[in-house]
Nanobody, 124 residues
Framework: QVQLVESGGGLVQAGGSLRLSCVVSGRTFRRYYMGWFRQAPGKEREFVAAISWNSGSTYYADSVKDRFTISRDSAKNTVALQMNSLKPGGTAVYYC?????????????????WGQGTQVTGSS
């Protein structure tokens, strides 16, 4: 059974940086996309970034482009999200997810498995 476990969340000041990690276990098939989503209080979950199985393609939401970087180590089954220049009030739960396909997906219902999320709390 596949399991995704996020880590790295915490309290961060506006303008600061944070690095999230996600470890995938129980999966041997590696030709799939990995993505990060976030859900702020009172809002719907939204797409943040995605990366192809060989790291050859990355995609970002316009709101995080040029500030966030997604990366993966397929040999270690890990995916990371480096977040820089975090905005004030940027509190959300960040989730990693896997999309069992070699095509990009930016909608959450296209993803097959999810982690439990890691809390990022922004302070101004």
């Amino acid at each position: 059974q596949v399991q995704l476990v996020e880590s790295g969340g915490g309290l961060v000041q506006a303008g600061g940086s944070l690095r999230l990690s996600c470890v995938v276990s129980g999966r041997t098939f590696r030709r799939y996309y990995m993505g990060w989503f976030r859900q702020a209080p009172g809002k719907e979950r939204e797409f943040v970034a995605a990366i192809s199985w060989n790291s050859g393609s990355t995609y970002y939401a316009d709101s995080v482009k040029d500030r966030f970087t997604i990366s993966r180590d397929s040999a270690k089954n890990t995916v990371a999200l480096q977040m820089n220049s975090l905005k004030p009030g940027g509190t959300a739960v960040y989730y990693c997810a896997e999309h069992l396909s070699d095509s990009i997906a930016t909608v959450d219902n296209e993803y097959d498995s999810w982690g439990q999320g890691t809390q990022v709390t922004g302070s101004s």
